[in-house]
């Protein structure tokens, strides 16, 4: 009977000492979710001032998409207008294109300057930064491009 005893409290001593252990963890996550690749060229992790500048060496526009990670239309544009190649095609010919977190960064100092109240806030700017057409709230494929000829025909006329 002792020898039982033994051989049980020796069982749940391994047990509690397997237990007690340190053994490494390993921890499983979710993939890292890869961004979007867009048709439309964005700048990220800059200045308006530095894409003001290279717009200025090309020859070309400013368009800023200051968006939130919240913001269901941004996201909403992300997908299915930022990946359209023809929308990116033409977009890419004429802006130097930025993409901001208005609320990280710089993005809160354009929201302000640029007076964005809701989200997106589309600014098509000249190289000097002036605002040549904007528009707060998503803008699809036609109101997008129809928004982008404004901008060039308006800097067209004050060139």
Request: with cysteine; charged share 25%; proline share 3%.
């Amino acid at each position: 009977m002792i020898l039982c005893r033994l051989l049980v409290f020796s069982f749940l001593l391994s047990i509690l000492a397997a237990c007690a252990s340190k053994k490494e963890v390993v921890k499983t996550s979710k993939p890292q979710q890869e961004e979007h690749e867009y048709a439309v060229h964005f700048i990220k992790n800059s200045t308006l001032t530095a894409v003001t500048e290279k717009a200025e060496r090309e020859g070309k526009l400013v368009f800023v998409d200051l968006y939130t990670d919240w913001c269901l239309p941004c996201q909403l544009m992300a997908e299915e207008v930022y990946s359209d190649e023809k929308i990116g095609d033409f977009i890419n010919e004429n802006f130097i294109s930025y993409k901001v977190n208005a609320e990280k960064d710089n993005g809160p100092d354009l929201k302000f300057l640029y007076q964005i109240e809701s989200f997106p806030g589309l600014l098509f700017l000249d190289a000097r930064g002036r605002v040549l057409t904007r528009k707060e709230g998503a803008a699809f494929h036609t109101e997008l491009r129809d928004l982008a000829n404004q901008a060039i025909q308006k800097h067209k006329g004050n060139s």
